[in-house]
């Protein structure tokens, strides 16, 4: 019983520690500066350079939890040729929305780092290029986009990272050049598709916003577990609760009889059992089950009863139970004395035999039950053949749920979890 108890209440205190409200920041700002590169189309001649410094981009970004987010981002720059090629310069924009995965968290990189981590992020948007020079000279041409990428980040402290960014985009409905020297799809041609290519090389900064001590980019769930610290105190709570101190079997929290004396039949709130209802608590009655006077120990005079006939009513009525925790064939501490009970009685009475039927309550399946019923009955039977009492008078079996009790209610639960006696 003290082992149930114990599991389940460490498991609800671990439960509720990992309940608690988002514990992390979901805001950021991102700036960032660096290179870019226009792939194609280009004109015939026409190079752009291999990194071009001249690229910047500003994003609002938001984490609906530390694996996944979004983010609006502008970003702005401008193209220019490479050396020894024909002139050009071409200035550009674009807006994007993304969704962002914090691949770190995902990979579960905190096993090896907790300053290193790594962002994905995906997503469409639209734009506009502009040449400068050459034929197709301030043609601003709009454009839809697609944009991917991966963020490396480096922790420098809790409001603050620094990032390093890839990103590749793909223009859609471009009608001219990077260079500004052609058209790719005016005239009779109309628009062409996702025919455009560049990218983009940045570093930068995050800014997290926010009041809670850190942002969902580096938190990690497991420190909304106890530390070892709270959860050693949280177990010595509950050390504390399951204390026995009169060593009836029931601990402290729930026994509403806590200074028992020894050896005293208590039920499962703890309560000395008088179960004759004579004034004699069943640990002191010689006779627990038939009423008497204190001067005969509880007994009443032998010539005014027969004790077989009250002693078989009172087990045949179900006076006389071996209860059981739940899912347990162990019997409980306070029902020992009940199994002492009907032994003495077959030791005092060597013409009759007992049938022991074990039952549980209604929850679980039917046909474990059944199983778990008949392991209750056989457990009594063999402490009974342990104390003494010849195998041939005794018989078991199980009988499954006991459906008279409102399942329901717990109390009511504890009484179906049981094995009654029937002498024959």
Not at 139 to 168: M, W
Not at 202 to 216: M, R, V
Not at 317 to 338: Q, T
């Amino acid at each position: 019983m003290k082992k149930l108890i114990l599991s389940t209440l460490m498991a609800g205190a671990l439960v509720m520690g990992t309940q608690a409200q988002d514990d992390f920041n979901k805001w950021s700002i991102d700036i960032n500066g660096g290179f870019n590169k226009a792939m194609a189309p280009m004109t015939p001649g026409y190079h752009s350079q291999v990194i071009g410094l001249g690229h910047g981009d500003l994003g609002v970004r938001y984490m609906f939890n530390e694996k996944f987010g979004t983010k609006l981002d502008f970003g702005l720059g401008s193209f220019s040729n490479a050396a020894d090629n024909p002139e050009f310069s071409t200035n550009y924009y674009r807006l994007n929305l993304q969704g962002v995965a914090n691949l770190g968290r995902i990979m579960n990189w905190e096993t090896f780092t907790q300053r290193v981590n790594l962002l994905g992020h995906f997503g469409a948007g639209i734009g506009q290029v502009t040449p400068q020079e050459n034929e197709w000279a301030d043609f601003k041409d709009n454009t839809y986009n697609f944009i991917a990428g991966f963020t490396g980040q480096v922790k420098l402290g809790e409001r603050v990272s620094l990032n390093g960014d890839i990103s590749t985009i793909i223009n859609g409905r471009q009608n001219v050049a990077f260079d500004g020297a052609s058209s790719i799809g005016m005239g009779d041609a109309g628009y062409y598709g996702a025919n455009a290519v560049w990218w983009t090389g940045t570093l930068g900064l995050s800014f997290y916003l926010g009041s809670k001590s850190t942002h969902a980019d580096w938190y990690i769930r497991e420190n909304k577990y106890a530390t070892k610290e709270e959860l050693a105190n949280q177990i010595g709570e509950i050390r504390d609760m399951l204390k026995d101190s009169d060593g009836d079997g029931v601990p402290d929290y729930l026994d509403k009889e806590p200074n028992t004396p020894a050896g005293a039949r208590v039920d499962s709130h703890g309560r000395t059992l008088d179960s004759d209802g004579d004034g004699i608590p069943d640990h002191l009655d010689k006779c627990p089950f038939v009423p008497g006077p204190a001067s005969l120990d509880g007994c009443p005079p032998p010539d005014t009863v027969e004790e077989v006939d009250y002693l078989l009513k009172a087990i045949n009525d179900g006076y006389v139970n071996v209860y059981y925790a739940f899912d347990s064939a162990k019997p409980l501490g306070y029902s020992a004395s009940s199994i002492s009970y009907v032994a003495n009685f077959l030791k005092r009475n060597p013409g009759v035999s007992v049938e022991l039927k074990g039952y549980a309550d209604e929850l679980g399946p039917e046909d474990y039950n059944m199983k778990l019923s008949e392991r209750r009955a056989k457990a009594v039977y063999d402490v009974m053949v342990a104390s003494g009492i010849d195998a041939s008078r005794l018989s078991y079996k199980g009988y499954g749920e006991d459906t008279s009790v409102d399942k329901r209610s717990a109390d009511a639960r504890q009484l179906a979890r049981r094995v009654s006696f029937e002498v024959r």
